[in-house]
């Protein structure tokens, strides 16, 4: 498995010729922060480029150079050997660059036709919209990557994943020589996955170069050709991925180290063998708007119950039927024995019930709000006895939680749109563990986290378990559910279709449950 | 059907209420009356056409009034003077735009709040204008009115003038990549910026549209009648957005259509000489706008609340 | 930390409301020196009796803005409460303290009419208080079927018109109460910090485990009750009640918060900003044509709302061109 | 106001934010700065931009240039029944000598005017009236009731009597007109059996609604035989509507309006009857008579009093007589240029 560390990075594995795309000494600042240092990147044509880094390493304000959305301070940005000096969104469109963001970034209210048509067709006021070619042309993309989706549909009525694929589509309708991809994955499922693969491959294999940005390091080692590492802004090394006869060169561990500028060891904490009694009990639980079929299932005190399926099989959508945003038709819900209605948040909280959402930045913190009141927004009735605001215990309650968890900010008055993606995560986290709750529910906990906030997180995860806690995890990231669940549950179609034991579960075994044929 | 919900329910209400008046006052229908009528929405409707584009670059403009009361004793003093109508009309194309590419550059440019930079448009414009004319009504050169055409050619032509314009923006919105911009910016600017598209330069050139046609409003006006009124601004801003809002153009920007907008002038505009036909007082007029203001939005909510459960 | 310690120091010195501040000072010496009689006790107590009722409008309307949403309906809410306030005195012949207190309910229940269908149908702010602008207004016509005018109320209640107490009119105090109320509602109470955050992220604070919609609700149903009592005072102010009471007062308001830094997005702004914004607007139209010139040329009214308009525009792009001047440099980072 | 007041107030703001700079410059108008205390008028109209009012600021300020005195003009810019209390009271302390006010509220405005005169500010009023105790004298161009019955009488005599007529307003809830159609509807009872008010219209005060509102009434009404326009955008506004029927001369129109917005359609025929005093005296004779008020020359019991180009002037009571309105023609409207 894993080959020898001696052997040394090998050439590009670029088929000659000069590369498509060059940054050499790029430098970016925002104010006294300097986002990138003196970056150097190289993409041949026919390559498939990983950018690799932390949270906060600068891949996203790379990516925005590289697509024209910011403007470096310093260096040298060639293009198919020319040099580009100024370039804007619509240059690189004209260049021939595209990019799928990692927030799919669509027209709500237009539809699916339409939002490929604006991306593709060429820039100009007067030109002629044709809307038949349009149709035509999303029905093709939309078929060449293997997705079911109405070209005539609004935008603002697909789900996340289809969004993704819809951007997928723009990308290779674009007849782009460069495409980046920012984390395409991040809410895909596995089949989606695949899908997408396939484009990586074929756009591959037609010659153009393909920048792929992921966390998930397993996607690293199945596509990409070579391999940049971002730390602080600056490039550490590029390295390939596979020698000329497609052996690895590279191992997760180098990578990661080279990421963190530090060993790794353990990534998944240690599981704990006792549990206590059932916190969380539901039987035949249905939510018709929310797709959610007779699920039942239940969650001891000090289980991490992990839930595992494809987007839509109606994962989160069970975390927000149990939380009270999408209640309940039919079925019941107990908490520690008793027979309880959700049928708003409210009453989910006052339940001790805690949900941790997937979309962060819209649901999880609200951005421009100091930390301190984002920890004390689910505790408002406790925490403040007849509605006066008790500043300074708020502020050490802040404190005592920054410092517990770890939490990266210059104090409790800074905006939660100040801190990294990680510990946004962890805010959103420190919210729900102050309302003591006995169930906590998290849903991707770990998505578009890097790798040193996310082994904390799964430390503190742990660590709740063990005090005592009820945990249901959602997530998509395999690892991550075969890492830290006790008892796995994979769900499909709106139901829970088989429970495995976390110990003893393969990623196989998972794998093929969810994909199994209702 | 349900993608033109709205669209079908206004054009629904107006087509009973004028069932209604066929009914009870079928002498709503003499022809010259209903001509006369119909032309003198004509400036509201220019009007309703760009506050329709603003709206759907997700902005709003409450100085439109004021703008068209400038426009409109501009092109009256130059007429008075006895410059021919087509320098009038240059003018206040002109004094629209410069006034519209304020507002645009406060509000695209420098990225402040529509309402409120129109807000204060809106008080300038109008202040200026009192200062200036006093009131005074300008006395326009009689070969004005009606482009120096006979009444009925002048109305006619009028109406064939601005429907053509409204078909003509609405086939540009429709099918020509500027307009589809103007709803790519409303829906996600962002996204527009990243799909090459200028979102400041999108959302400043409605303006200055917006500008443009309230001095072709103020001409269109103009030529209605031998004098110049210089109050004739004052809350057309809101009828042009209360046509909008009844015709279903979301307030959140992205959605849309003109024709909506034009069902929605026509059903609130129709309002007024129906309560005359109808017999009724004049003082129920407001409430019963409001009502109907009301009831559009309801339908939608009730509507879209019934999709989502 | 240092380099943040001094940033807040300078974005404090930023700040709109400080801002706003110097400019209010500003215009309060320039027309104790320029304007004639401005600083006389009598007309300070005319500053507060004349921006009383605006005033009050605007402080309801500022959690209304905090919230994200607007409030159009305010102007037209005091017609129709005076109007309501008439009818029960007059034609039903109530006593003024019922009369009143009922008149206070209605407000509140108009309120709570917006409040509806704007939670409960998710409709725009916007669009449903321009709706029941033309309603309310359209309702106090025809209860009065545009024509009739309520005079001659009970004496004691016009008093309160004049009425001072400790040399403050009646009209300070109520503003005063007004602003103590939602001063704390707003800054020391988990309502204001609920409005906060509905006005940055309405379904972020559902997910928060937060009432949004009856959150939402609440300043709304304010808003109702304080254009009630604003329609209670300008009556004893005009000692009569008419349909066209508070014409274009949700304007004045709405510029009243806006200049007070509160953003019309949502989710920032103090209640002392916007009470410095009501009286930088009053003392500037006060003061304005008590100055000589002004006087001469017979401009007062129309330079007041054009400097306020101007004032309007440069606070709001104060902040947009200091940003517009370090944007060379500094962008939002990701 | 002339457009040389217009620049000036462009100019205004440059040095209205520079503390201490207007100082120097206006300091020989500044109270208790000049050696003789020169009398102060302030004088109120209902609304400002209006070609009514700036019509009788013409006026007011020709009188005012004549005796010597400091003129202050000011009013609403918009429609806030409240503003001209707020306008007498901050007066009040600005320190004025006599207040000349068109009212445009009668018992609304009495409380403040009242306040004024306990701080020996003299009241007169012009246009409109307030109630008798809040002023000294009424400059008076016609009562509530003169207009009433002479609009009535006027478009009775057009009608010969009989047949139904329509009345096109400001606003439904302006007090002056609410009081005149309360006169029109009197006298209508009291004298014309045979005669019907159809219908009453508001034009919000702009000419191009009173055109929508008189086209509607013209054809919903077939019968209609006279349009009445009580506020003066309104008489042009159905003039042009009556005549885009071709209905001129059928349909005839009586109203209160300015000569220069009404003379084409006087001239053509398609106004009969147009009503009005001359609005400059009127701005001229109140400044008069607050000039007298003031002076002490003008006492309550006085039958005349002298007011400049205007000569010897009668008394009735408390009201200053302007004289009987002009009904203005085909023939005579060309003598004037208001």
């Known amino acids: 498995m894993n080959p020898a560390p001696g052997t040394l990075p090998t050439p590009p594995v670029s088929p000659g010729g000069p590369p498509l795309f060059r940054l050499s000494q790029v430098t970016k600042s925002f104010g006294a922060v300097r986002a990138l240092r003196n970056v150097s990147f190289e993409l041949a044509p026919g390559e498939v480029h990983a950018l690799l880094g932390e949270n906060g390493a600068g891949k996203s304000t790379l990516i925005k150079v590289i697509t024209g959305a910011h403007q470096p301070d310093g260096g040298l940005l060639e293009f198919e050997g020319r040099e580009v000096s100024h370039l804007t969104p619509t240059r690189a469109r004209q260049l021939g660059i595209a990019c799928i963001y990692q927030q799919p970034a669509l027209f709500p209210d237009l539809s699916v ?164 009694q059932t916190v969380l009990g539901i039987d035949n639980l249905s ?109 050490s309650l802040a404190s005592e939680f920054i410092q517990k968890l770890g939490i990266k900010a210059y104090g409790p008055a800074a905006p939660g749109g100040s801190l990294s993606g990680g510990n946004q995560q962890k805010v959103s986290l420190a919210r729900w563990l102050a309302t003591e709750p006995r169930l906590l529910i998290l849903d991707e906990p770990t998505q578009g986290v890097d790798v040193g906030a996310k082994s904390e997180i799964h430390k503190i995860i742990r660590d709740l378990a063990a005090e005592g806690l009820a945990v249901l995890m959602i997530s998509s990231d395999l690892p991550e559910v075969l890492g830290m669940s006790d008892r796995i549950g994979i769900m499909q179609g709106g139901r829970l279709v088989h429970v495995l034991d976390g110990a003893t579960a393969t990623a196989d075994a998972v794998m093929t449950a969810a994909l199994a044929a209702a | 059907m349900n993608r033109y919900f709205r669209e079908l329910s206004v054009t629904g209400a107006l087509v009973l209420l004028l069932a209604v008046l066929a009914i009870w006052a079928p002498h709503f229908y003499q022809p010259q009356p209903l001509l006369s009528r119909f032309t003198a929405q004509t400036p509201a409707l220019i009007l309703t056409i760009g506050m329709t584009l ?100 002048g109305q006619q032509g009028l109406i064939f003038g601005s429907v053509l314009l409204l078909a003509g923006v609405s086939w540009l919105l429709k099918n020509r990549s500027g307009g589809r911009h103007i709803y790519a910016v409303g829906s996600d600017a962002e996204a527009a910026r990243l799909a090459g598209i200028n979102p400041k330069l999108t959302t400043f050139t409605v303006f200055v549209i917006m500008g443009t046609l309230a001095g072709l409003a103020a001409v269109l006006n103009m030529v209605q009648s031998p004098q110049v009124d210089p109050k004739c601004g004052v809350a057309l801003e809101l009828r042009a957005i209360a046509a909008a809002v009844v015709g279903g153009v979301a307030v959140s920007g992205g959605r849309g259509r003109l024709w909506g907008s034009f069902a929605g002038l026509l059903l609130l505009a129709t309002i007024n000489p129906a309560l005359t036909f109808l017999h009724v007082e004049a003082y129920w007029e407001k409430a019963i706008q409001g009502l109907v203001i009301l009831l559009a939005v309801i339908a939608d909510g009730l509507r879209s609340r019934r999709q989502t459960s | 930390m240092s380099s943040q310690n001094s940033r807040s120091i300078k974005s404090l010195l930023l700040r709109h409301e400080v801002l706003l501040v110097l400019v209010l000072v500003l215009e309060i010496f320039y027309f104790l020196n320029n304007a004639r009689n401005f600083g006389t006790p009598d007309n300070l107590s005319n500053i507060v009796r004349h921006s009383a009722e605006i005033g009050l409008l605007a402080l309801a309307m500022m959690p209304v803005i905090l919230t994200g949403g607007i409030d159009l309906s305010v102007g037209s809410l005091l017609g129709l409460c005076a109007v309501l306030f008439g009818v029960m005195t007059h034609d039903w012949h109530w006593a003024t303290l019922p009369a009143a207190f009922v008149t206070i309910l209605l407000g509140g229940l108009a309120g709570a009419f917006n409040a509806t269908l704007i939670t409960a149908l998710r409709l725009p702010p916007l669009i449903v208080t321009l709706g029941t602008y033309s309603l309310f207004r359209g309702l106090a016509e025809a209860i009065t079927q545009g024509t009739k005018t309520y005079r001659s109320f009970d004496p004691g209640f016009l008093g309160l018109g004049e009425f001072r107490f400790l040399g403050l009119p009646l009209q300070g ?92 997005f949502g989710g920032s702004g103090t209640v002392y900003g916007t009470l410095t914004g009501i009286a930088a607007i009053a003392i500037l139209s006060n003061g304005i044509s008590r100055v000589p010139a002004v006087l001469k040329a017979g401009i007062g009214g129309e330079l007041a709302s054009l400097l306020t308009g101007a004032l309007l525009l440069l606070a709001l792009a104060a902040p947009a061109l200091v940003r517009l001047l370090q944007s060379a440099r500094k962008q939002p980072t990701t | 106001m002339k457009r040389s007041q217009f620049l000036a107030l462009l100019a205004a703001p440059a040095f209205a934010f520079l503390p201490g700079c207007g100082k120097s410059g206006d300091a020989a108008s500044a109270p208790g700065g000049s050696v003789e205390k020169r009398l102060t008028i302030a004088f109120l109209p209902k609304s400002k931009g209006n070609r009514y009012f700036s019509t009788c600021e013409k006026g007011a300020r020709a009188a005012a240039e004549e005796l010597k005195v400091d003129f202050l003009f000011d009013g609403p810019t918009n429609t806030d029944p409240a503003k001209q209390n707020e306008i007498v009271e901050n007066w009040i302390t600005l320190g004025v000598d006599v207040i000349a006010v068109a009212c445009e509220n009668r018992e609304g405005i009495s409380g403040a005017l009242k306040k004024a005169q306990a701080k020996g500010i003299k009241v007169v009023t012009f246009d409109s009236d307030t109630t008798p105790d809040a002023r000294s004298f009424f400059v008076n161009e016609a009562t509530d009731e003169g207009i009433g019955h002479a609009l009535m009488d006027g478009a009775a005599q057009l009608c010969g009597e009989e047949g139904e007529f329509a009345l096109i307003c400001a606003t439904l809830t302006a007090a002056n007109q609410n009081q005149w159609r309360k006169q029109i509807e009197a006298r209508l009872a009291a004298k014309y059996p ?9 034009c919000d005060d702009q000419k191009d609604k009173a055109q929508q509102e008189a086209t509607n009434l013209l054809s919903a009404y077939p019968n209609l035989k006279c349009i009445m326009a009580i506020c003066s955008p309104a008489v042009p506004g159905a003039a042009e509507a009556v005549k885009q029927a071709g209905k001129s001369g059928a349909v005839k129109i009586i109203g209160l309006g300015l000569p220069s917005e009404n003379r084409a359609y006087v001239k053509e025929g398609v106004t009969q009857s147009l009503i009005l005093w001359n609005v400059e005296d009127l701005g001229y004779l109140a400044v008069q008579t607050a000039y007298a008020v003031a002076n002490g020359t003008l006492k309550a019991g006085d039958k005349t009093m002298k007011a400049g180009r205007l000569n010897e002037v009668e008394i009735d009571g408390t009201s200053v007589l302007l004289g009987k309105p002009f009904v203005f023609t085909k023939d005579n409207i060309d003598q004037f240029q208001f």
């Open chain 1, 287 to 395: 939510c018709a708007a929310g797709g959610v079929r007779e699920v039942s299932l239940e969650v001891r005190a000090g289980e991490v119950f992990g839930l595992a399926g494809l987007v839509g099989a109606g994962r989160t959508e069970l975390a927000r039927v149990l939380f009270g945003i999408t209640p309940a038709d039919s079925g019941t819900i107990r908490l520690n024995g008793h027979t309880i209605r959700v049928g708003n948040p409210q009453e989910a909280v006052e339940h001790g019930v805690a949900y941790v959402p997937e979309d962060r930045r819209r649901h999880g913190v609200i951005l421009p709000l100091p930390i301190a009141h984002n920890m004390t927004m689910a505790i408002h009735r406790r925490f403040f006895p007849g509605t006066w605001l008790r500043f300074g215990r708020e502020e």
């Open chain 1, 113 to 276: 036709a339409e939002n490929i048509g604006l991306r593709l067709e060429p820039p100009g006021s007067f030109s002629r919209v044709n809307w038949q070619q349009r149709h035509q042309q999303a029905r093709e993309l939309l078929t060449r990557i293997g997705a079911a989706i109405d070209p005539e549909t609004e935008v603002r009525a697909l789900s996340m994943p289809e969004q993704q694929l819809v951007e997928i589509a723009c990308a290779l309708g674009s007849g782009a020589k460069l495409v980046v991809m920012d984390e395409p994955t991040a809410s895909l499922t596995r089949t989606e996955q695949e899908l997408l693969f396939g484009v990586v491959r074929d756009l591959r294999a037609s010659g153009v170069g393909v920048i792929y940005i992921s966390h998930r390091l397993e996607e690293i080692f199945a596509l990409a050709d070579r391999v940049t590492v971002l730390r602080d802004g600056e490039s550490v090394a590029t390295r390939s991925v596979r020698d000329a006869d497609g052996t690895s060169t590279l191992t997760e561990a180098e990578l990661i180290r080279m990421m963190v500028g530090r060993e790794v060891a353990a990534i998944y904490p240690p599981r704990t063998a006792t549990f206590g």
């Open chain 3, 173 to 264: 105090w109520v503003l005063g109460f007004a602003a103590l109320f939602f001063g704390i509602l707003v800054h020391l109470t988990v309502f204001g910090r609920s409005f906060r955050a509905i006005g940055y992220s309405p379904e972020g604070t559902r997910y928060a485990g937060i009432p949004v919609l009856r959150r939402t609700a609440m300043p709304y149903i304010l808003a109702g009750l304080t254009a009630a009592v604003a329609a209670l005072l300008f009556t004893a102010r005009l000692q009569q009640a008419r349909a066209d009471a508070g014409t274009g007062y949700e304007l004045a308001a709405i510029t009243a918060v806006v200049l007070g830094g509160t953003s019309i």
């Open chain 4, 194 to 202: 045979k005669m019907k008010l159809v219908d009453s219209k508001p």
């Open chain 2, 54 to 153: 603003v709206m759907i670059v997700r902005q709003i403009d409450i100085s439109v009034g004021a703008q068209f009361g400038v426009c409109a004793v501009v092109a009256g003093l130059i007429s008075a003077s006895g410059a021919p109508l087509i320098v009038a009309l240059a003018a206040a194309l002109a004094a629209g735009a410069i006034m519209g590419a304020l507002n645009g550059v406060l509000i695209a440019w420098m990225g402040l709040p529509s309402i409120v930079v129109s807000l204060a448009t809106m008080v300038t414009w109008a202040e200026l204008l009192r200062l200036f004319q006093q009131g005074k009504f300008i006395n326009l050169p009689a070969n004005v009115q009606w482009f120096g055409l006979s009444q009925s050619a």
